[in-house]
């Protein structure tokens, strides 16, 4: 199924999707070119991973990945379920929250329908 996302070839050479990713700016750029993006603003020294941008560092190379992505160039994702924009580190979270919102919302409209039904009946 075509997703409207652009197609790369993944490490077993079958096509994948790209996640979308909006910038601080507004501008739309895949999770390829976030990523080298991200990977230009971080340096290792000594035992830390440092941040080109300001002075944080920590010895956990993903914590600096996240803090470029979320402080930095504010990266966001589109929910597929809301369609709103979040920011890509709070993005599960937020993911969780609008599933249990659906599901509610549909165990709620399924009851309304089988009472509805149920008054209907002679």
């Not at 402080?71 to 994702?77: A, D, M, Y």
């Not at 709620?108 to 089988?114: D, H, K, V, W």
Request: net charge neutral; proline share 3%; with cysteine.
């Amino acid at each position: 199924p075509n997703t409207g996302m652009p197609i790369a070839a993944g490490a077993d050479g079958n096509k994948v999707d790209l996640l979308q990713v909006r910038m601080e700016d507004g501008e739309m750029r895949n999770e390829i070119e976030t990523k080298e993006i991200v990977e230009s603003q971080l340096i290792k020294v000594d035992r830390f991973w440092t941040c080109k941008m300001c002075e944080y560092h920590t010895k956990h190379r993903s914590h600096v990945v996240e803090h470029i992505e979320s402080k930095h160039l504010k990266l966001q994702v589109q929910c597929p379920i809301c369609s709103e924009y979040v920011l890509k580190n709070s993005f599960r979270k937020h993911r969780r929250i609008c599933n249990i919102k659906a599901t509610n919302a549909a165990i709620e409209a399924t009851s309304y329908a089988i009472i509805k039904e149920f008054q209907d009946s002679p």
